[in-house]
């Protein structure tokens, strides 16, 4: 059994993470809209990343006898001023994700709930990641400056995404 409080703000978690799909599949669709079809295939892979983060977290509360309540989902940007842009705005959401994953495990921790804690770690570390990938493409785009050749070469390396 977990808290109250601890069911409720990992249910709140589980809309951040959908939130987070919401956004990653529109920029997807405004990426194949401008014919970037690599970039709209990696938006679409980190789409069903934070699906299976949110389902994740449904079937831990789950086994720990909460009936989940959703909320309602808010509606993401669809339009980008650039391909940077989106990035930018997915590293700056990804720290905002990293902030209220670190703000659970102190609850759990304050709570002696280990079994959340230890629950939470996976996300401790992926969230390292997921804000590295960001950070990584961000200086690609810089580097190139988002046109011609360099665009299209980092639109066919992020097409080649598992
Ligand atoms: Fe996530
Ligand atoms: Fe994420």
Not at 65 to 74: N, T
Not at 103 to 116: C, G, P, Q, S, Y
């Amino acid at each position: 059994m977990i808290s109250k409080r601890m069911g409720k703000a990992l249910i709140d978690q589980i809309n951040k993470e959908m939130y987070s799909g919401y956004l990653y599949m529109a920029m997807s669709s405004y990426s194949d809209h401008i014919g970037l079809k690599g970039f709209a295939h990696w938006f679409m892979s980190q789409y069903q990343e934070e699906m299976g983060h949110s389902s994740k977290m449904y079937h831990y509360l789950q086994e720990q006898g909460e009936h989940v309540q959703l909320l309602a989902i808010e509606k993401p940007q669809a339009v980008f001023a650039s391909p940077l842009e989106m990035f930018e705005k997915t590293l700056e959401h990804e720290k905002f994700v990293t902030k209220s994953i670190n703000a659970l495990v102190d609850l759990a921790i304050k709570e002696n709930d280990h079994a959340t804690n230890i629950f939470l770690q996976w996300f401790v570390t992926e969230q390292v990641e997921e804000e590295a990938h960001a950070s990584e493409i961000i200086d690609k785009l810089k580097m190139v400056g988002e046109k011609g050749n360099g665009l299209f070469m980092i639109d066919r390396m992020l097409g080649d995404r598992k």
